[in-house]
């Protein structure tokens, strides 16, 4: 599980922490949001900031940024919780192809370093809770 809460923090970057006010270049067309997956939940903001965190507390374990880049997602970590795994992954960015069908959203990996966060997105089936 904390494989999973780690690279979804990692996909969130959760990416999931720009201070840029204005979207980031392309994010227009990548779908922000609140998502979730079993207890995960990740957020995609739309001006590129991205936050994981549990569905049942609320409770954050993971912040970075996102944009979309030649039509891929670069997701970069910027922090996560001391029990997540893997500090080598922040600051590492990782390129994945979504795709969205209704109000679920997946992701496949294009390239990304980090082996936790690919586990966590690869895959997995997010559905928009907002």
């Given amino acids: 599980m904390n494989t999973f809460r780690y690279v979804v923090a ?3 970057a959760t990416g999931l922490v720009a201070c840029a006010s204005t979207p980031p270049s392309g994010a ?10 079993g207890d995960v939940l990740i ?6 900031r991205t936050e994981g965190a549990s569905r049942a507390t609320g409770e954050a374990w993971g912040r970075g940024r996102y944009r ?5 997602l670069v997701i970069t970590d910027e922090w996560h919780a001391a029990d997540m ?3 080598e992954c922040i600051e590492i960015p990782g390129r994945y192809r979504w795709a969205v069908s209704g109000n679920q959203l997946k992701f496949t990996v294009i390239e990304d ?10 895959g997995t089936t997010w559905t928009r809770v907002d």
């Avoid at 979309?68 to 891929?72: M, P, Q, R, W």
């Avoid at 370093?113 to 690869?122: F, H, S, W």
């Fill in 113 to 122: 370093p980090c082996a936790p966060r690919t586990q966590g997105m690869q």
């Fill in 28 to 37: 227009a067309a990548f779908p922000a949001g609140r998502y979730a997956s």
């Fill in 68 to 72: 979309v880049e030649e039509g891929a």
């Fill in 43 to 48: 957020a995609f903001s739309a001006d590129g």
């Fill in 10 to 12: 990692g996909l969130l």
């Fill in 85 to 87: 795994p893997s500090p």
